[in-house]
């Protein structure tokens, strides 16, 4: 499933996947996979990014249809 929350977050803060991936430390493609719903990141990886978005765990990852 896409994860159309993280794009609209990074997004909004006029950052790049490129950016993203080297402020929490990955590549670009993981990025995009994450963003395609091809690739579930560990929850190391979800923090980091949310703290970057300046988000959280919820508002970024957690999916009304799968509670």
């Not at 990074?10 to 993981?30: C, I």
Request: overall charge positive; some cysteine; hydrophobic content about 40%.
């Amino acid at each position: 499933m896409k994860n159309l929350k993280l794009k609209a977050a990074r997004a909004g803060l006029d950052l790049s996947q490129e950016q993203l991936a080297k402020a929490v430390g990955v590549s670009r493609q993981t990025i995009n996979s994450i963003e395609k719903g091809d690739y579930n990141p560990t929850i190391k990886l979800c923090i980091s990014i949310c703290k970057v978005l300046g988000k959280t765990l919820d508002e970024l990852f957690w999916d009304e249809a799968d509670a």
